[in-house]
Structure formats: C-alpha cells, structure tokens
T-cell receptor, first 116, second 114 residues
Framework: NAGVTQTPKFQVLKTGQSMTLQCAQDMNHNSMYWYRQDPGMGLRLIYY???????DKGEVPNGYNVSRLNKREFSLRLESAAPSQTSVYFC???????????????FGPGTRLTVL | AQSVTQPDIHITVSEGASLELRCNYSYGATPYLFWYVQSPGQGLQLLLKYFSGDTLVQGIKGFEAEFKRSQSSFNLRKPSVHWSDAAEYFCAVGPSSNTGKLIFGQGTTLQVKP
C-alpha cells in the first residue's frame, strides 16, 4: 500500500516547454486533487476530480490541464511552462464519506518544478 | 471574501512546554475546519477536522483544536510538545458541500528547543 505516489520528484523546464506530472493512488479513493505550494501562500487548489470521469477548476487553474485517466490516476499537464509556474506541486486524494467529500487526507511527496 | 489567517509565521517552544497555534477564518457559511502538518520535504498529513457537534476535537499525535464560532477561530493545541512536532502547520477551511475546495492559511513553522 503505497498511498499517493507522484512522478517525477524534481523537474527543470525551460519557458515554453511542456510536461505532465503523474499521480496515482492505491486506496480506492474517489476524489483526487492537485495543489501548488508557494512560500508564504499556503497551498492553492489547481484542479480537482470528485470522481472518475469528472474534473473541476480550483483556485488557480490557468496554464494547467488535468486528466482523470481512471480511478487511480490523475495527471496534471503544463502545455507551455512559464516561470510563474515554478512551485512545489502536491497531489492528494480522499474518499466520499456520508454523502460529502472528505477533505484531502493523503498527500503525495510532491514534485519540485523549476521553470527557467 | 473567504480567507484563513494564521497570525504567527514562526513559533519556538521548549520541548515539554504547551503549544497553541492560532487560526482565524472568514467564511460566509458554516465552515468545515482542518489542521494539517507538513514535515520537511514531505506532503501534508491531516491532523484533525471539525464538521459539527462537539467544538473540541481530538486529532492524531496528541493534538486537539477548539472551534469558537463567536471568535471565528480554530486554534490548535498540544499540552506537551515533543521534538518530533517541529514542522509546518496549516489551518484550512472548506465548504459543507460536495467539493474538496479547501482554503489554506499561510502556515506556521514550529521550532522545538531541546
């Protein structure tokens, strides 16, 4: 039982390059999330997926796309990376509880992305 | 506007001393409230959550938090801090609907002196 896994752990991109951050969970959770963490700003929600086949925008979706490939996997894509997207990215998951979503209670280890 | 404020960016306490981390929120509806901990280089871990009912909630690792509606606060406490508690702590607030849209505070870094 690995929990939430993320790949890669580190990445350096040049402005304009594209890449996909991968996330997978093995807890049979329904909901998955992508956050970014910047110094002094806490975590901000980029996109989330309440269940397989659905995705919704969070607080800061511009410049990103997501795919909920199946129940286990939720990927985040940067089509044309910008220096403002330099950040630490966390994937998280949660299960539905009593008719409403639990908060994200399992986080991956993060991907540290630098855009030059 | 919805927001979460953690007034203390950095706190230092001696090992064995008591701890209180402050969290104030601004939220239009009845909030769901959470505390997370992040150890260096790690992802976040949920410490405790408040949905309704008893305003004093118990969490993991000996932490507790008290919801005070009149003060719009949800402060985190621990009676006796251990060196392993050194980490960054985040307060978060979310809607009572079927989403995961949490708003996080900026975080409080806890340093523990031996």
């Amino acid at each position: 039982n690995a929990g939430v896994t993320q790949t890669p752990k580190f990445q350096v991109l040049k402005t304009g390059q594209s890449m996909t951050l991968q996330c997978a969970q093995d807890m049979n959770h329904n909901s998955m999330y992508w956050y970014r963490q910047d110094p002094g700003m806490g975590l901000r929600l980029i996109y989330y997926s309440a269940s397989e086949g659905t995705t919704d925008k969070g607080e800061v979706p511009n410049g990103y796309n997501v795919s909920r490939l199946n129940k286990r996997e939720f990927s985040l894509r940067l089509e044309s990376a910008a220096p403002s997207q330099t950040s630490v990215y966390f994937c998280a998951s949660s299960e539905l509880t009593k008719g409403f979503s639990s908060p994200p209670d399992v986080f991956g280890p993060g991907t540290r992305l630098t855009v030059l | 506007a919805q927001s979460v404020t953690q007034p203390d960016i950095h706190i230092t306490v001696s090992e064995g001393a008591s701890l209180e981390l402050r969290c104030n929120y601004s939220y239009g509806a009845t909030p769901y409230l959470f505390w997370y901990v992040q150890s260096p280089g790690q992802g976040l871990q949920l410490l405790l959550k408040y949905f309704s009912g008893d305003t004093l909630v118990q969490g993991i690792k000996g932490f507790e938090a008290e919801f005070k509606r009149s003060q719009s606060s949800f402060n985190l406490r621990k009676p006796s801090v251990h060196w392993s508690d050194a980490a960054e702590y985040f307060c978060a607030v979310g809607p009572s609907s079927n989403t995961g849209k949490l708003i996080f505070g900026q975080g409080t870094t806890l340093q523990v002196k031996p």
